[in-house]
């Protein structure tokens, strides 16, 4: 099987409208930004997004808002984004904010195929709202479902063309979980090897489960929010 796409746009060519996608990324790191940029050009619509945060306004994902594409989003800061703000607060998207450690796990939980579990995050707060709470110990916990999607957007700084990945530093946030919980992975990478030019123990994502890899057209890596120090 051929996993390597000629382009972005070929990588996303089938995604139809109305599914539910994962986008990989911490802030403005390592985001699948060419991936999603197909995304906006291909005009999916009524997308249902889990991420940990939307990217800010007018770059990444954030494009993807300002088209009109996304129904609703499922993640864990809402950040530096004042359009998804705007819209959450007049009711035009819905949005399901979930303590950060928790969102993880939920994703993790969904490749790992475990359907559910207990944690005791948000327990005595709104997030506990209707779901079920049992004692472990003399401890209230919360019951949470697993996270899957069709399809995983994830970037990795270098790939080989069987779908192995190896990510640097806080790009490894989300994007290897991520990957193991959608039906159909795509992972951008900037380096596109052989799999003999990959070192097996540096491999974080093993490419059973990658469907899909494309080298990245064109990398901005901009940064949310820019602090310097004076002199």
Excluded: C
């Excluded at 007018?58 to 530096?80: C, P, R, T």
């Excluded at 790939?159 to 992975?185: C, E, H, S, W």
């Excluded at 540096?202 to 899909?212: E, F, N």
């Amino acid at each position: 099987m051929n996993k390597v796409f000629p382009s972005s746009d070929a990588a996303v060519a089938d995604m139809p409208d109305g599914v539910t996608v994962m986008l990989g990324g911490f802030g403005l790191a390592g985001i699948p930004e060419n991936l999603i940029r197909a995304v906006v050009r291909k005009g999916v619509h009524h997308i249902h997004t889990i991420s940990n945060n939307l990217g800010v306004d007018g770059v990444g994902s954030g494009v993807m808002l300002e088209k009109g594409q996304i129904d609703s989003h499922v993640g864990s800061y809402a950040g530096e984004n004042k359009l998804l703000e705007s819209l959450v607060l007049s009711g035009k998207l819905k949005m399901t904010l979930i303590p950060q450690g928790t969102l993880a796990e939920r994703i993790r939980a969904g490749g790992a195929g475990i359907p559910a579990f207990f944690t005791p995050a948000g327990v005595g707060t709104v997030v506990a709202e209707g779901k079920e709470i049992r004692e472990f110990d003399g401890r209230s916990y919360l019951l949470e479902r697993a996270l899957k999607a069709d399809y995983a957007l994830v970037k990795a700084w270098r790939g080989d063309t069987l779908g192995n990945l190896v990510y640097r530093k806080t790009a490894q946030n989300f994007n290897p979980m991520m990957a193991a919980a959608a039906k159909i992975t795509i992972a951008e990478v900037e380096e596109l090897v052989e799999p003999r030019f990959i070192d097996p123990d540096a491999v974080r994502t093993p490419g059973i489960y990658v469907q899909r890899i494309v080298k990245g057209e064109m990398y901005e890596k901009k940064i949310e929010r820019r602090t310097l120090r004076t002199a």
